[in-house]
């Protein structure tokens, strides 16, 4: 069990943690998620004892990290797979780590054998390739057979093969009792491993709850409507018509129409209606990965922009050379802007509630054409 | 808001389903079945030793260490034999005092790398997850360096010394100065070290703490060199004796000044310099983030 309570890091001007509470219960994998920069290392370093909070406080089974009576063989962690010296070979790196904690020399075999490493154990971890420096990591951690396990980052560099053994592991060890904490910026990783999440932006709490909760507090499931031959005109008739039938209608950037509160008969019925022929009318459910970059859109830390090579072409380059040559168009992002999103569930959104008269229809196509949030 | 009932959609939502269902419930917290024993310095001593001697810069260092010792004591001694010129006062056991300041780069260079390489490599955090005592880490790796250079300086001056002594014909060196040669030249030379692995703690950084280092070991008396003014005198005097080549050579009874310490003085003053440098090292490495 783990507790922070009003956790907070300061490094000069910058607060990478923000008053952060939350437990972390035995018996299940709890996921730790947050995007780049959002202070899950720095919280994971905090609870190992590594960083001293500003304020607040974090314990594990009721004791700071540092005053754990037998700390290596209660809490086993991986922080960094490449912390570790390059010129040690495995099997002397986690020999080192095991008479530091006192554990008897044959639990090293143990380990290794258990990461699949037991090869590679005399060779200089120098060689190691991402994937096998995480194994080896993941072999530090569970040398003490501790009750407390944190992870970072597990996967990073893993094939699918490692991915997958990860996800099995976390499992089984949660399944024995243990508190298992993983941090990922990986939703689509902690969907398939994690019972509960626990989401920060920005050093600060967005969430903590079961999986199933999360999704269904943070997506809806919404119809893709495809007008036969994209045309415009027919888009924005079947929009009208959608929206004055009670849905609420917002254009994906293919040309594509996202419905919401419409069941899917009623949606091809109004097409009919509205004499508007359909290409495609499917069911769709937004993921866990998209109800997670809903709600962490506002906090991304590093947000990259499109590679304009602005003022770097040469202007002559279109009077001779190529002719037929047009310059890349920026692609069309896949990370779509705040209003393609599934609208959040009923109760939390509070234009859902209100009646779509044609008033409220224009006015929400002109906020779609200026491509604002319409909620 | 109602949901497009569809088909897909339960599948859809089904499908991760039996990957969150709850596990079976365990009857209580996990125990490990291997017994549990409180660890200790015994056992960080162990841990230290392994890492000390499974990485090469341990074996490049020393292995030069004893090189240089060895080969210029040689050099010495075939330079004093083939010219066949007389030592004069010069005690015998002197000669080997090149080799030893030359070497101390080499022991220093390790004392910064036992610590000051496990920042670098990240290496300290899992060291530190292993054992959260920064006290019980610092002291076995200071107990695991001092030993080991010690007893490596000290077989070695003392191969050298006996090497000396056999083929130069001078007066025969008393009990006490033969002890300070090996020994207390052993005991310097290892609390230098130990000194270098205080300040790799508190710099982090390898190559600025050896910068720092071969600093302190040199600049005094390369500054004291060049300080001509009269009113500097004194402060020059003072560099000159308390240099650290200077200290050296007054375990050899051959101090660069003739007045400042002498004997044994020079061990105190570098074991008190070094205790105060690990107390910063340990109030250092307890306070700050790792």
Same mark, same amino acid.
């Given at each position: 069990m783990i507790e922070a309570v009003g956790l907070t890091k300061r490094y000069g001007a910058k607060? %990478?943690?923000?008053n952060l509470s939350f437990q972390v219960r035995p018996g299940t994998v709890t996921g730790f998620l947050g995007p780049n920069g959002s202070g899950k290392s720095t919280t994971m370093r905090m609870i190992l004892g590594l960083d001293q909070p500003t304020s607040g406080h974090v314990t594990i089974g009721g004791h700071p990290f540092r005053s754990l009576p037998n700390a290596p063989r209660q809490v086993g962690a991986l922080?960094? %797979?490449? %912390?570790?010296?390059?010129?040690?070979?495995a099997r002397n790196h986690l020999l080192s780590l095991a008479q530091l904690a006192g554990i008897p020399a044959a639990r090293v075999d143990e380990v290794l054998g258990v990461v699949g490493l037991q090869d590679v154990a005399r060779k200089r971890s120098k060689g190691f390739s991402l994937g096998m420096g995480q194994r080896l990591g993941i072999a530090a951690a569970l040398l003490g057979d501790p009750q407390v396990l944190l992870f970072d980052?597990?996967?990073?560099?893993?094939?699918p093969e490692g991915i997958l053994w990860v996800r099995n592991l976390m499992k089984m060890l949660a399944s024995e009792g243990r508190t298992v904490f993983v941090s990922s910026h990986l939703m689509s990783e902690m969907a398939l491993t994690a019972d509960h999440l626990i989401v920060i932006g920005r050093g600060q709490l967005l969430a903590d709850m079961n999986v199933k909760e999360f999704i269904s507090a943070n997506s809806a499931d919404f119809a893709r409507v495809r007008v036969a031959d994209g045309l415009a005109e027919r888009r924005e008739k079947l929009t009208t018509s959608l929206t004055e039938a009670g849905g609420r209608v917002m254009s994906e950037p293919d040309g594509a129409l996202r419905v919401t509160g419409l069941p899917l008969p009623r949606i091809s019925e109004v097409a009919h209606e509205s004499d508007v022929r359909l290409w495609e009318l499917s069911p769709h459910q937004a993921s866990l990965e998209e109800a997670y970059m809903r709600m962490t859109q506002s906090v991304v830390d590093y947000r990259s922009t499109a590679d304009q090579k602005a003022g770097l072409q040469q202007p002559a380059a279109h009077g001779h050379g190529q002719p037929g040559y047009e310059p890349p168009q920026p692609p069309v992002p896949q990370v779509p802007q705040q209003n393609w999103y599934a609208p959040p569930p009923p109760g939390q959104n509070p234009s859902a509630a209100a009646p779509a008269g044609p008033a409220a229809a224009t006015a929400d196509l002109t906020k779609r054409d200026t491509s604002e949030d319409a909620r | 808001m109602t949901t497009p009932p569809t088909p897909q959609a339960p599948s859809q939502r089904q499908a991760p389903a039996p990957q969150h269902?709850?596990?079976?419930?365990?009857?209580g917290p996990y125990t490990s079945p291997i017994p549990v024993r409180r660890a200790t310095l015994g056992d960080a001593i162990a841990s230290e030793w392994t890492k000390i001697r499974s990485v090469r810069s341990t074996m490049w260092t020393l292995g030069v260490m004893i090189v240089l010792l060895l080969g210029i004591g040689l050099l010495a001694t075939l330079a004093v034999n083939t010219v066949d010129s007389d030592l004069g006062s010069t005690p015998v056991l002197s000669l080997g005092f090149f080799g030893v300041l030359l070497g101390s780069i080499c022991v220093i260079t390790l004392g910064v790398m036992t610590i000051a390489s496990e920042y670098g490599t990240g290496m300290i955090r899992t060291t530190l997850t292993a054992c959260p005592s920064r006290a019980r880490v610092l002291g076995a790796k200071a107990i695991v360096f001092f030993l080991l250079t010690f007893v490596i300086t000290t077989v070695t001056t003392a191969l050298v010394a006996v090497m000396q002594t056999a083929f130069i014909e001078s007066a025969a060196p008393s009990g006490g100065d033969w002890l300070r040669a090996t020994v207390g030249v052993g005991l310097y030379t290892a609390t230098l070290g130990l000194l270098a692995l205080a300040v790799g703690a508190l710099i982090r950084h390898s190559a600025g703490a050896i910068t720092i280092m071969i600093g302190v070991v040199l600049l005094p008396l390369v500054l004291a060199m060049f300080m001509f003014a009269e009113s500097l005198s004194d402060l020059r005097l003072a560099l000159f004796q308390y240099s650290i080549p200077s200290q050296l050579s007054a375990l050899y009874?051959?101090?660069?000044?003739?007045?400042?310490?002498?004997g044994w003085d020079s061990l105190w003053i570098m074991l008190g310099v070094t205790a105060v440098a690990m107390i910063c090292a340990f109030v250092t490495l307890d306070r700050r983030d790792v």
């Open positions: 607060t %990478a943690v923000s922080l960094d %797979a490449k %912390a570790v010296h390059g010129g040690r070979s980052e597990p996967v990073n560099g893993l094939d | 269902s709850p596990q079976t419930a365990p009857a009874s051959t101090s660069v000044a003739d007045s400042g310490p002498s």
